[in-house]
């Protein structure tokens, strides 16, 4: 039992970092591969103002989420827009352009090392209870990924936000049409999936480590969980999620000869079964 609930705060983890590349490349249709960038933001403010500045983790976790979010502001107005209509191989290639710049950046001014993390010590330690240790941060991140998936998947499809920006996903020029602004609703949307990698790139920071090659070391990882999960789907994201975190974590305790395998098997069974993903609409 121990193993299934550090699977699931493993799979919550992803889901944090994951859902907001879920936004933009499944809503959005843009291929993001820069998405890790905003993470790694998130993660780096968080140890800053932590280590540097001396502010308590939790206080630091509303910054390492605003400052990604205006950097995606600024991205998106001078850079990302240009791309909007370009094909799915200029954006590949723009994002990872993105990516090696943000690695040599962060090389430049932080090193190579990694960046310690001290939690607080209500944080810390373990809760014992029959058949099962759960960890004090584990059950943080699982309670963490619960609450912005209901938040996500009830602004996305109650409130007024949520449908301009399906409009304008389905059809620009109509929405433009009904008086919508998708410039706008493309902006805002950027931002918050920027900042939902800020805030999982800073509360990621303690088990998943922080250094310049995130983005590239975690890649594989956020385009598995919104591919298996369906492009645009928040549920299917935050369900592919804790499948691959189970699974890898399983795998490596039981059979560690072949580490990672395992979630690269499910992803290309559930892709042979279901292409569209998990919970995504099929192609026509």
Request: proline share 4%; aromatic share 12%; glycine share 12%.
């Amino acid at each position: 039992m121990t193993i299934i609930f550090d699977g699931i705060a493993f799979g919550m983890l992803l889901f944090l970092i994951s859902v907001g590349l879920s936004v933009t490349l499944g809503l959005m249709n843009f291929v993001n591969l820069a998405h890790g960038v905003f993470a790694m933001v998130g993660g780096y403010v968080c140890v800053v103002l932590l280590n540097d500045w001396g502010l308590p983790f939790l206080a630091t976790i509303p910054f390492a989420i605003v400052v990604p979010g205006l950097l995606g502001v600024l991205l998106e107005r001078l850079l990302y827009r240009r791309l909007y209509e370009a094909s799915a191989l200029d954006q590949v290639l723009f994002s990872l352009g993105l990516v090696f710049m943000a690695v040599a950046a962060t090389h430049y001014f932080f090193g190579a090392r990694q960046q310690p993390l001290h939690l607080p010590e209500f944080l810390t330690g373990q809760i014992h209870l029959p058949g099962v240790d759960i960890g004090v941060y584990r059950l943080f991140l699982v309670v963490a990924g619960l609450i912005v998936a209901a938040l996500l998947q009830w602004s996305v499809i109650r409130t007024p936000f949520g449908a301009r920006l399906r409009a304008a996903v389905d059809n620009q020029g109509t929405a433009r049409g009904l008086g919508i602004d998708v410039n706008r609703v493309f902006m805002l949307t950027f931002a918050l999936g920027s900042a939902l990698a800020g805030l999982g790139g800073a509360l990621g920071v303690e088990m998943l480590g922080l250094d310049p090659e995130f983005p590239v070391k975690y890649l594989v990882y956020f385009l598995i969980v919104v591919t298996v999960g369906g492009g645009g789907n928040i549920l299917g994201s935050l369900w592919a999620a804790l499948l691959l975190g189970v699974a890898d974590v399983a795998g490596k305790y039981y059979v560690p000869q072949i580490g990672a395998f395992i979630i690269y098997a499910i992803m290309v069974l559930i892709l042979i079964l279901r292409p569209q993903g998990l919970f995504g609409r099929p192609h026509h």
